[in-house]
């Protein structure tokens, strides 16, 4: 064999041995990959936390808009994108979890009852607040309204199907009035939208929640009754959490992880109100001093206060016989068919979290 011979032999033998190992290597590695035991650890990482979390808030000066703020939940997870999605009213975060476009969402009780009643798939994991001097009835001066029997003939806003239209009729009621027979025209708007006919006077009053009615009264404009007037007359309106139905039953952990963190949120602002007011200002679009006053206007709610709300031993809590009530009183007002029994309503609550 000649010396050229010798050398592509041993240039073929060399490229076999490469070709070899390579593909030795190769299937070891795809080996590796198809391990069942790397494919179980891999899917039960993903399960146990979302790449993602959809949240439909409100800006509501309570606890959630807080722990926004404080990017807890960012602290949290550091390695899942936390994408805070805002929400002008309860009706419009009903419609977004029942097309699965959100996780967790913020509603009052009409939006709940109507929710609940409609079988969304959602249910209640927390109770954020009760809703106090938050929620008014605010009238324009020139209007010539200075009590609820003035508005007879007056042309009021609010948003439908929400905690301020709740107590608005609620307080019609009280007072006797019959929006039909006394010519009360109730007009149907977003907050934005309220504050926009304010400043045209296409209104003569509203029934908002802050920081719309802030808004207003500084626009001079006079609060006629508040929700916690009402409250004391029975017409009970809260705010809180409800998460859809599939994020529960596969994340139930980040959803204890997450009320964990509201009542951090909670104590935080129990403790540092100044600094949790200053936090604030930018969402609610008010000075820091105009800011604490409507987070000290509602009930903040930490965990500890949650029992008696959700019910426990087998116990009807108390947010299911309030939601049932305003079902009810949503049926008289045509928004839904039929209300649930209460039973209904205290099976949406979470309260197995509160045990």
């Not at 490469?18 to 593909?23: M, P, R, S």
């Not at 899917?43 to 807080?66: C, D, M, R, W």
């Not at 916690?228 to 529960?248: C, N, P, Q, R, S």
Request: with cysteine; charged share 20%.
């Amino acid at each position: 064999m000649s010396f050229q011979q010798n050398i592509k032999w041993l240039l073929f033998t060399l490229f076999s041995v490469l070709l070899t190992l390579t593909t030795a290597c190769s299937n070891q590695v795809n080996l590796t990959e198809s391990n069942p035991s790397t494919e179980v650890s891999s899917s039960s990482t993903s399960e146990a936390i979302p790449k993602e979390i959809q949240i439909g808030y409100q800006v509501s000066p309570n606890g959630e808009l807080l722990a926004k703020a404080l990017g807890l939940l960012e602290k949290k997870y550091p390695n899942t994108k936390i994408n805070w999605i805002k929400f002008d009213s309860g009706r419009d975060v009903n419609t977004a979890i029942a097309s699965g476009s959100i996780d967790f969402g913020l509603v009052g009780t009409p939006p709940g009852a109507i929710g609940i009643a409609k079988g969304l798939p959602y249910q209640v994991y927390y109770l954020h607040d009760v809703i106090g001097e938050s929620e008014a009835l605010v009238v324009k001066k020139s209007s010539g309204i200075q009590s609820l029997n003035d508005l007879k003939g007056k042309k009021i806003a609010t948003t439908f199907s929400s905690t301020s239209h709740f107590s608005l009729l609620g307080a019609l009621k009280t007072a006797g009035l019959d929006p039909e027979k006394d010519k009360i025209t109730f007009l149907d708007m977003q907050p934005p939208d309220i504050y926009a006919a304010w400043k045209r006077n296409d209104i003569d009053g509203a029934y908002i929640w802050q920081p719309t009615q802030a808004k207003l009264v500084s626009d001079g404009g006079n609060i006629i009754v508040t929700s916690k007037e009402l409250a004391d007359k029975g017409v009970v309106t809260v705010e809180f959490g409800i998460v859809h139905k599939d994020f529960v039953k596969k994340y139930p952990d980040i959803v204890k992880e997450y009320i964990s963190l509201l009542d951090q949120a909670v104590h935080y602002y129990r403790e540092k109100p100044e600094q949790s007011a200053q936090l604030l200002s930018k969402e609610l679009e008010l000075s820091p001093e105009e800011s604490l006053k409507t987070m000290r206007q509602i009930i903040w709610l930490d965990v500890s206060e949650q029992k008696k709300y959700f019910g426990e031993s087998g116990q009807i809590g108390l947010l299911a016989k309030v939601l049932k009530d305003t079902g009810d009183f949503m049926v008289t007002q045509k928004a839904i068919p039929s209300a649930p029994d209460v039973n209904t309503y205290q099976q949406a609550l979470l309260s197995d979290l509160y045990k």
